[in-house]
């Protein structure tokens, strides 16, 4: 199976206009014959990039009220019309992906946004909506927290697929519980600024025995809307590039075999294959003969909490 990773700028805010730009990544990525395409995290529509430089923990700011109405708008919906065209697109296209998306609730819930990973099947359709198990540090302020409903791996041909949005990569327990459902292909999408996350693809390959893809997005000041409430102030403080990407894809043996340069907008891709997994399973294998569910139980929860889609 060809894996791709798609490192591109959103128009941030717009849900409409960063839909048509999924869609054209998915025609770019079809041409080249990819049939697996990760995007970053809350590619649809944008990162909440403001919290932590407008002091977004301010009481009852009448300043943060309005960005996070804007925000919140700005959310898609699992059953709305951005990820049904996309879905659409991917039938069409024959090609299936994993989406990062701010998700808004249905009826209940409308006033919430998650950090979702959507998991879309070219036959299918949405097979799978991850919520974020716990937003980090200043996103608390705007995501609510996720569960692990949507924790598990989907088949694609012969593999098996996994995905978690940013930091939950460092959280063992989420690993494993991917790990232990049998994942080949592991996903980490990341809003952008590979750093240290960088690392982590190898890391997650290596411990897990799996296809990693480290994907990185792309945001700088250009790409916001002039209408959004911290507009002007963060473009008088000198802010320009946000997020500069650096997305990567690793082999189970720990090798690096596609990648695109942080500031670069693009497609990589690579071949996968089976040979490759157990080559590298052959003295270890997480959730197989190097365990000891004898010793180990992993309890998952995997009931949806909070509010539900659409009610």
Known sequence: MKLGIAQLRPA????????????????????????LLAFSETFLSGYPFWVCRTNGAAYEDARQQRAYAQFLEAA?????????????????????????????????????????????????????????????????????????????????????VGGLNCWENWMPHARAALYEDGEDIHISA??????????????????????????????????????????????????????????????????VVAEIAPGVAGIAACEVDFETLGRARQNFDAAGHYARPDIFDLSIQRRRTGARRND
Request: proline share 3%.
């Open 190 to 255: 990341w809003p952008g600024n590979a750093g240290v996350a960088h690392d982590l693809a190898r890391v997650v390959a290596h411990e897990g025995r799996v296809w990693s893809a480290g994907v990185f997005g792309l945001l700088s000041m250009s790409d916001i809307p002039k209408d959004f409430e911290f507009y002007d102030d963060l473009v008088a403080e000198g802010l320009d590039v946000i997020f500069s990407g650096g997305s990567t894809i690793v082999s189970p043996l720990g090798e």
């Open 76 to 160: 898609a919906e699992i059953d709305g019309p951005e990820i049904a065209a996309i879905a659409q697109a991917a039938r069409d296209l024959r090609i299936s992906l994993y989406l990062g998306i701010n998700e808004r609730g249905g009826r209940a819930g409308r006033g919430t946004v998650w950090c979702t990973l959507v998991t879309i099947d070219k036959h299918r359709g949405v097979i799978g909506g991850h919520r974020k198990l716990m937003p980090t540090y200043d996103e608390r302020l705007c995501w609510g927290m996720g569960d692990a409903h949507d924790l598990r791996t989907h088949q694609f041909g012969r593999f098996r």
């Open 12 to 35: 941030w805010g717009d849900k409409a206009a960063t839909t048509n730009i999924v869609i054209d990544a998915l025609k770019q990525a079809a041409a080249q014959g990819i049939e």
